[in-house]
């Protein structure tokens, strides 16, 4: 699949898609689409966790870029967690995305805050890498036209449209919704293929991250 490709097919299926479910989904059926749980929710959380495990097959067959494989691994692995809404599940008394809450929970076991408190530290510690040792690679596969560059490019517009139209009054509708939650899995879908775009690219190459620019490597 060619750069362009990869790009526009998951965006004119994405349109078509929500065309049909606007068009066709009864007003009873609506919400159980779009709910926590739903179709479309699930469908996310699928890809999402696909190209996490496929990140940790790759770790194991990839030596060369074994730790760049488990890093992108586990934060997939985070991002399929926040969008299965693990985060507000973990406990009864407080969500782990209100830690000022959660921590000082007498309720919440402590063992739980120790994992959790981990699993955070670890999250942050990769996004510091992500961004200290990937942002200027991703800025140079731009300027290069790297496929798996635009992919991200990609992704991150569609992640972030979701995000923001998830703040607006439309997401209290329908149509709002179901645009919204396509959008969601639009970026999972974007990022599962931009990680396989970029797995072909490296390899058979000895480079140790083909993210990096020419003068980290």
């Not at 709910?35 to 999402?48: E, T």
């Not at 985060?87 to 407080?94: C, K, N, P, T, V």
């Not at 072909?200 to 140790?208: E, K, Y």
Request: net charge neutral; with cysteine; proline share 5%.
């Amino acid at each position: 699949m060619t750069g362009r490709c990869s790009i526009w097919i998951p965006l004119i299926l994405w349109a078509a898609g929500v065309s049909a479910l606007l068009l066709t989904v009864e007003p009873e059926n609506e919400w159980a689409w779009v709910s926590d749980g739903g179709f479309v929710q699930v469908s996310s959380l699928v890809v999402l966790t696909f190209a996490s495990v496929a990140a940790g097959w790759l770790a194991l067959t990839d030596r060369v870029r074994r730790w760049v494989h488990l890093e992108f691994a586990f934060l997939l692995a985070a991002y399929a967690a926040r969008e299965g809404d693990l985060h507000e599940h973990l406990s009864r008394h407080a969500k782990v995305s209100q830690p000022g809450r959660f921590f000082p929970h007498p309720e919440i076991p402590l063992a739980l805050k120790i994992v959790v408190f981990l699993a955070m530290a670890v999250l942050l510690w990769l996004l510091f890498r992500l961004f200290r040792y990937h942002f200027k690679g991703l800025v140079h596969g731009l300027k290069e036209r790297k496929p798996w560059a635009a992919l991200v490019l990609a992704w991150l517009g569609a992640f972030f449209l979701s995000q923001l139209l998830d703040q607006t009054p439309l997401n209290d509708y329908f149509a709002g919704r179901i645009t919204e939650e396509c959008l969601e899995l639009l970026a999972a879908v974007y990022v599962s293929i931009a990680l396989i775009v970029w797995a072909r690219d490296a390899a058979g190459s000895s480079v140790l991250d083909p993210w990096r620019t020419p003068e980290a490597h």
